[in-house]
């Protein structure tokens, strides 16, 4: 077995498939064929593809969230079955409770680990603090933007400090200045907490600025593996787009899109 | 020239008083008017009725000061509340959790889904004789019939409401390793309260219908009985006289549940009328 740090991740020949109704007969869909990759522990991983390519479904099985049809996934060495506090899941639309102030969904995930007392406030008042938002703790979501909810989620996903941090297209719905200011502050975090970090998009940029390296996915496997030789920390993530680098890593991947086995449909 | 007339215009109108809010009658003033020109017209109308055929209002207010001043009223009410009460209380306990079950589990929404949804539908009405022959005349008779009809409507809400969760708020707490108890007490529960209190006004109606009907066809008592006999009497005035004070009943206790449900769930009147993103 790979002799693993505990935020090391191993997808190995892992397929997936469901069956849909459609047209009153089942169909199977192959939603991942037999999939394989690692990721190190520290290591920020982005999956890129078109929807339906199985980059949310990839990260959904690692978050236990979905079972394997086949192969096998380990975080840490450890078999996954189900989720577990090794791993923390920030949703596509932030998903806090709505009832819930900011402190308290961050103090969500921390009460259901058995966090009690002052520990608990204390400690979800620091992640909080961590995305920038201590001073609105008392608010509920629908009092906040879509990127302080996006960072609420992110607390919360952080503060019961998992190994691996699952994103799944976190930025995807927020407007171009914040979804910068976000993936700044994410690598940031990153650089401080050394989390690893799989995280889905399917947004060219993105995927080059906050990636060691990048897994271009269609049809339900991997199409290629992009190394992005961008130095870390990465500083200045607009100055880093006019970079020679960056150009390059980014045109790497747009051609990898682009090389289609069947050509992409919409 | 334009331009400074222009100019001119537009100092003046900054000049005005800023922002002031549009004249607008507001509700509770376009309410308390509409009713009490309703209550006007049947007043006027009403006169011309013969009283056996119907009443009118002021009439109407002289029978209820006396069924006031002779202790009936006080007595009818609290007997009629008394059934009313614990059978109520009754299907909002056990309606909720009811709910909540079959919302959350495949199986028991098939299993008992179809009772539930039947029995809804039934006239229940119609089994208040065999009601009678199980339970007797008494008081257990009432509050059953109030419960039964209020409680179909508690649990199809709640049950409905939970189908409405999000199944990604359901996934939060997965993912945080939330057992099937906590995600339903913490993340169910509370997602659903809308519902549940739009069902809980529901059954108000219908507990209140299903409380006179017991009262028509069990031991004449409560509120039931002096309808019954007023009308029997053809003392039409006084007949009204427990029909208004239920209807007044009824829509305070529609008030009240939502004014818990504004302090139970806060949130909610915040979001509606919002996009949730």
């Known amino acids: ?266 | 020239m334009s331009d400074q007339t222009s100019l001119a215009a537009a100092a003046v109108v900054r000049e005005e008083p800023a922002l002031r809010p549009p004249r607008e009658m507001p509700r509770w003033a376009i309410t308390s008017l509409s009713v009490a020109l309703a209550v006007l017209a049947w007043e006027i109308f009403g006169r011309d009725v013969n009283p056996v055929f119907g009443s009118y209002p002021s009439a109407i207010a002289v029978a209820f000061w006396e069924l006031l001043r002779s202790g009936e009223l006080h007595a009818a009410l609290w007997q009629s509340m008394q059934a009313f009460l614990v059978g109520y209380g009754l299907a909002v306990i056990l309606g909720v959790p009811l709910g909540l079950l079959i919302g959350r589990s495949r199986f028991l929404e098939a299993a008992i889904g179809i009772f539930v949804t039947g029995a809804y539908a039934m006239p229940l009405v119609a089994l208040v004789p065999l009601l009678v022959l199980w339970m007797g005349l008494g008081f257990a008779v009432k509050a059953c019939i109030v419960f039964l009809m209020a409680v179909f409507p508690i649990i199809i809400n709640t049950w409905l409401g939970v189908r409405a969760v999000p199944k990604t708020l359901i996934e939060v707490g997965k993912s945080f390793v939330a057992s099937d108890f906590t995600i339903m007490r913490r993340i169910v529960l509370p997602a659903t309260i809308p519902y549940i209190m739009a069902g809980i006004k529901l059954a108000v109606g219908r507990g209140v219908v299903g409380m006179v009907i017991a009262e028509f066809f069990t031991a004449i008592s409560g509120l039931g009985a002096i309808i019954i006999t007023a009308a029997n009497s053809f003392d039409t005035a006084r007949m009204f006289v427990p029909v208004v004070v239920l209807m007044v009943l009824a829509t305070a206790l529609n008030s009240l549940v939502g004014y818990v449900e504004r302090k139970v769930a806060p949130w909610q009147s915040e979001i509606s009328g919002r996009e949730e993103g």
């Open chain 1, 1 to 266: 077995m790979v002799q693993a740090s505990s935020g090391h991740v191993s997808v190995m020949d892992v397929s997936k498939s469901f069956s849909l109704k459609v047209d009153n007969e089942y169909q199977t869909i192959q939603a991942l064929k037999s999939v394989s990759f690692e990721v190190r522990d520290s290591e920020i991983v982005t999956l890129i593809g078109p929807s339906g390519c199985g980059k949310t479904t990839a990260l959904r099985i690692l978050m236990g969230l979905e079972t394997t049809t086949r192969g096998r996934v380990t975080v840490g060495g450890k078999a996954v079955k189900g989720c577990g506090y090794d791993r923390g899941l920030v949703f596509q639309h932030a998903e806090l409770l709505p009832w819930l102030t900011a402190l308290q969904n961050v103090m969500f995930g921390l009460e259901m680990k058995g966090m009690r007392g002052r520990e608990l406030k204390e400690t979800a008042m620091r992640y909080l603090d961590l995305v920038g938002l201590a001073d609105a703790a008392n608010r509920r979501p629908y009092q906040l933007s879509g990127g302080m909810k996006q960072r609420v989620g992110i607390a919360r996903a952080l503060a019961i400090d998992p190994e691996v941090l699952l994103m799944d297209e976190p930025f995807g719905a927020l407007d171009a200045q914040t979804r910068e200011s976000l993936q700044g502050e994410l690598l940031d975090i990153q650089a401080r907490t050394k989390k690893t970090i799989v995280f889905v998009t399917h947004d060219l940029d993105e995927a080059v600025l906050l990636a060691d390296r990048i897994i271009v996915m269609r049809a339900g496997s991997i199409q290629e593996v992009i190394d992005v030789p961008l130095p870390r920390p990465r500083g200045d993530l607009g100055a880093l787009r006019g970079t020679a680098q960056f150009g390059e890593a980014r045109y790497q991947v747009w051609k990898a899109l682009h090389r289609a086995p069947d050509a992409a449909s919409h």
